[in-house]
């Protein structure tokens, strides 16, 4: 299964690639992850829990950098058993563009591979959760450099007003409808 994408971090591509080797940050991003202990020097050990289709099992694996080139891209390669439930591996080549603007682009190429009961899921699941696991990933990667959300204003926008008008009419078309609902329980019952 591969795929690949592209995100712009609005952060310079120093900051990018610190998180990038930062045990804490590669924790929050890896979704179900229970543990992650070590460092980029000597690799990660990992234990991560997931439910693919019918199949949830807790995979003990590790991590590793390989083809680093400071600054500029690595790869992510990671294997972890998962028990009776088989086993996943692949890896993930990560490239880092400076933007004009100061920002981050982010590109990425995954390759996973399954096997075991996992692989007996069938294709569609398996590269659907490995397209949404790679999306999950990145998309906390992104959270983690850019740090939380600016908070909305407390003075609504019109259009927030706006849509809170539609809401306050529908909260009395129910109570239009509940004599009608009575009446049919009533025959129902009857």
Same mark, same amino acid.
């Given at each position: ?38 460092? *980029? ?9 997931? !439910? ?28 972890? !058993? ?34 075991? !009961? ?45 849509? *809170? ?10 109570? *239009?409808?509940?004599? *009608? ?10």
């Amino acid at each position: 299964m591969q795929m690949t994408d592209d995100r712009t971090i609005a952060a310079p591509p120093e900051t990018v690639w610190k998180a990038l080797f930062d045990p804490e940050v590669l924790k929050a991003c890896v979704p179900g992850c229970q543990s992650l202990t070590g460092s *980029a020097e000597e690799g990660y050990q990992a234990t991560v829990t997931q !439910k693919v289709g019918p199949v949830k099992a807790t995979f003990k694996g590790e991590v590793t950098m390989a083809d680093v080139v400071e600054g500029e891209s690595c790869t992510l390669v990671g294997e972890g !058993k998962g028990g009776a439930a088989g086993f996943a591996k692949g890896e993930a080549r990560v490239r880092l563009n400076p933007t004009d603007d100061g920002q981050t682009l982010l590109h990425y190429d995954v390759d996973a591979k399954v096997g075991g !009961k996992l692989a007996q899921l069938g294709s569609r699941i398996v590269d659907g959760f490995a397209r949404r696991m790679a999306g999950e990933f990145f998309t906390r990667f992104q959270e983690q450099v850019e740090g939380p959300a600016p908070e909305a204003s407390e003075t609504p926008e019109p259009a927030e007003a706006q849509a *809170a008008q539609p809401e306050a009419a529908s909260a009395t078309e129910p109570a *239009a409808e509940a004599p *009608a609902k009575k009446s049919w329980l009533k025959r129902l019952i009857s």
